[in-house]
């Protein structure tokens, strides 16, 4: 029999079990798992009655704003200008899976949404910056709230009748069927019930750690924690900032440790897979919500999968797949091309595919995170450049059916072939030469030799910009090569 993992770090947490509840728990930290156990450790108390000055049963930190008669149901534009802690200061409840308005639940007080003195706990929002949010989903409208700049523009409507289901929404018991604790939007169907009776236990194994929650975190102290498989979500918070930031560290630490073992699995299931990373980062929309992807970059590829893989099948079968040839790092860190996006640690990619060019925009949690993937996606690229060496394509030139070959020492070469076999060479030139190529974006490439020939017109059958990312990568490889590149 194993014997006992020791702990690494223990100590007191409060784990959020409904939207307005939580509860003390024993957090213990090991090298394989994360634990929470109630032990002897008592529920926190309900919060004393309400004084005067509250309304809905709120906290007196909350807006306690008289609403005008004159409002109700009537359609108002508001403008909020976002501070720099605490964001639009609300919270919201509802969504279209609940069948309910997505309606503003809490204001909190001093922050920007009271401040303007125009927003009250059951207007409906209706829109944020012309994003209609009447159809959308609590989760849908969480992340539109968030991709908003420093101005956000709501248009509101106030419904007296939803207002009533706030009252007394903080006491046991009372939380309404359509809430959803402001964590991210992937919570699973083993998120920890609203009694805690058993210890709960996280393996650290590639789980998914993260600071970046919906709620005003005005004092930082929160965290989550997402088991591999989703199955288990933890939304915790600390009693200050530097215990929050000890945990998120310890777990982070635990998680890393663990790396190697989850490569060496990857390696079993499938050994012809060399893994040079992975690891969780989240992919923006610019509609939607967004969504925490592990990202496996491979010496060819970039795989994504919603949750880890444990079997051969599953391994071979990610959400998406990006050939690290055709795909181009266009930017990392604070990028001026996606501007309804959070792009504070973000990197950017382009990938030629036969539908066309496909734009990804991936955030992650720290400077060495996005350090670490651009160094290794430019690096991977230009190492599946040297890998692949030559792609073929079949085309037509001046009427004629024949093959482009693009090798990356022996250049461009257009051929015909005979029972699989090059027949005849029709022309052939080396990189050196290539002044300019451009393409139409649906089937047409053009490659400027200079010379007698002068530009040289392709019919590729298709969509061209896989063959132009390939060229691309080749070319930035040749540039590397020279040691022109950092």
Excluded at 129 to 150: F, M
Excluded at 268 to 293: C, D, F, N, Y
Excluded at 329 to 337: D, F, I, P, R, W
Aim: charge should be neutral; aromatic fraction near 6%; hydrophobic fraction near 35%.
């Amino acid at each position: 029999m194993a014997a006992a993992m020791k702990a690494q770090k223990t100590g007191l947490l409060e784990l959020r079990v409904t939207v307005d509840r939580w509860i003390r728990v024993l957090a213990t930290l090991t090298e394989e798992t994360l634990t929470l156990s109630p032990g002897d450790v008592a529920e926190e108390p309900q919060k004393p009655a309400p004084s005067p000055g509250a309304v809905n049963g709120d906290p007196p930190n909350l807006s306690a704003s008289p609403v005008p008669e004159t409002i109700t149901n009537v359609k108002r534009t508001v403008r909020v200008t976002k501070q720099d802690v605490g964001g639009l200061g609300i919270s919201i409840k509802g969504g279209k899976e609940n069948k309910m308005p997505i309606l503003i639940s809490k204001i909190f007080k001093g922050l920007a949404a009271d401040q303007t003195e125009a927003l009250y706990v059951g207007d409906a929002i209706l829109s944020v910056n012309g994003y209609d949010l009447r159809e959308a989903t609590h989760d849908e409208a969480v992340q539109a709230l968030k991709k908003t700049g420093k101005e956000v523009i709501l248009e509101v409507k106030y419904i007296k009748e939803m207002s009533a289901f706030f009252k007394n929404s903080g006491s046991p018991g009372a939380a309404l069927p359509w809430d959803s604790p402001p964590s991210t939007p992937h919570r699973g169907p083993d998120a920890p019930s609203a009694e805690v009776k058993e210890p709960c236990s996280v393996p650290l194994k590639m789980c998914l750690v993260s600071r970046k929650q919906c709620p005003p975190d005005t004092e930082n102290r929160y965290f989550e924690v997402i088991s591999s498989n989703k199955k288990i979500s933890l939304f915790l918070r600390a009693k200050d900032p530097a215990m929050a930031q000890s945990w998120y560290n310890a777990i982070l630490a635990g998680t890393a440790n663990l790396v190697p073992r989850v490569k060496e699995e990857m390696k079993s299931m499938q050994p012809g897979m060399e893994v040079k990373h992975l690891a969780w980062i989240t992919e923006q929309v610019t509609h939607g919500p967004e969504r925490p992807v592990l990202a496996i970059l491979t010496d060819k590829d970039l795989l994504l999968y919603r949750s880890l893989p444990d079997s051969k099948d599953s391994l071979s079968s990610p959400t998406k797949s990006h050939p690290l040839i055709t795909t181009r790092l266009v930017h990392s860190g604070l990028g001026k091309s996606f501007p309804p996006l959070d792009l504070e640690l973000s990197f950017g990619l382009r990938s030629g595919t036969k539908q066309g060019v496909e734009t990804h925009v991936f955030r992650v949690d720290s400077a060495k995170d996005l350090s670490t993937w651009t160094h290794l996606l430019v690096e991977g690229c230009h190492h599946a450049a040297e890998l692949v060496q030559e792609v073929t394509t079949a085309c037509s030139w001046n009427g004629k059916e024949c093959t482009l070959g693009v090798h990356i020492d022996e250049g461009f070469t257009l051929f015909t072939e005979e029972m699989g076999m090059r027949k005849s060479i029709l022309l052939q030139q080396p990189f050196e030469r290539l002044r300019m190529s451009s393409d139409d974006g649906v089937r047409m490439m053009f490659l400027d030799f200079g010379g007698p020939e002068a530009e040289i017109q392709l019919d590729l059958h298709c969509c061209p910009k896989t063959i132009v990312f390939i060229i691309h990568s080749f070319l930035s490889a040749k540039v590397k090569r020279l040691g022109l590149l950092a």
